[in-house]
């Protein structure tokens, strides 16, 4: 089945450590996202890609690093310049298009740290 | 920057309709979009619709946009315990924006019975 696909589903970090979040997807999107969720906060856009090889960034993108090395794959590090990493990370995709269609998200990795 | 607003908590009795509301500043906005988010899951999109139309129907959604307002509204009729979920509004910054999406706080619908 097609669909986009995060893991770990629950991640703890101690701090200044590195971690990597996988995201993956097999939907032939071109450009896919990183989102972060925080209570009350809805989502807020950390990077974003619309083709391989290239990525920007977006509101939130101070601690954080990605690579888009394949089509299929968008992983999110986040560092250990990142001050308050303990959120809910989401990873999305979608056509390249100017909007009007669906974004994809996964289901999302809860980031601890202890 | 953009900005987009919505009321934290909305509670309503199944069978009741129920309305959320979200205020956004972009007036180049294209599309705006509703998405629901259930507990530990990620977003499913509901519905969107296109900066030039003012209503969009679909089964038990309506969707209504004042553009003069800035002001989006997505209407549930005949709620059910199963629309309980955080509902987010969000929008295209402008064209080109692909999914570049400008999210509302969301708004968590509780369905009482």
């Known amino acids: 089945d097609g669909g986009i696909t995060q893991s770990p589903k629950y991640l703890f970090r101690k701090e200044g450590q590195n971690v990597t979040l996988s995201c993956e997807q097999n939907l032939n999107h071109d450009a896919m996202y990183w989102y972060r969720q925080d209570p009350g906060q809805g989502l807020r856009l950390i990077y974003y890609s619309q083709i391989v090889n290239d990525f920007q960034k977006g509101d939130i993108a101070e601690g954080y690093s990605v690579s888009r090395e394949k089509k299929e794959s968008f992983p999110l590090t986040v560092t250990s310049a990142q001050k308050n990493p303990t959120a809910f990370y989401l990873c999305?995709?979608?056509?390249?298009?100017?909007?009007?269609?669906?974004?994809?998200f996964g289901q999302g990795t809860r980031l601890t740290v202890v | 920057g953009e900005d987009v607003e919505q009321s934290l908590f909305l509670s309503v009795r199944e069978g009741d309709s129920s309305v959320i509301n979200c205020t956004y500043t972009?007036?180049?906005?294209?599309?705006l979009y509703w998405y629901k988010q259930e507990p530990g899951a990620g977003l499913q999109l509901l519905t969107y619709?296109?900066?030039?139309?003012d209503m969009k129907q679909d089964q038990r959604l309506t969707v209504l946009l004042n553009k003069k307002d800035k002001h989006l509204s997505l209407r549930i009729a005949d709620t059910q315990t199963g629309d309980s979920a955080i509902y987010f509004c969000?929008?295209?910054?402008?064209?080109?924006?692909?999914?570049?999406?400008?999210f509302g706080t969301g708004t968590q619908l509780k369905v009482e019975l």
């Open positions: 999305a995709s979608s056509p390249y298009t100017d909007g009007g269609t669906e974004a994809f």
């Open positions: 972009d007036s180049s906005s294209t599309y």
């Open positions: 969000a929008e295209s910054p402008r064209k080109g924006g692909g999914n570049k999406l400008t």
């Open positions: 619709i296109f900066s030039n139309m």
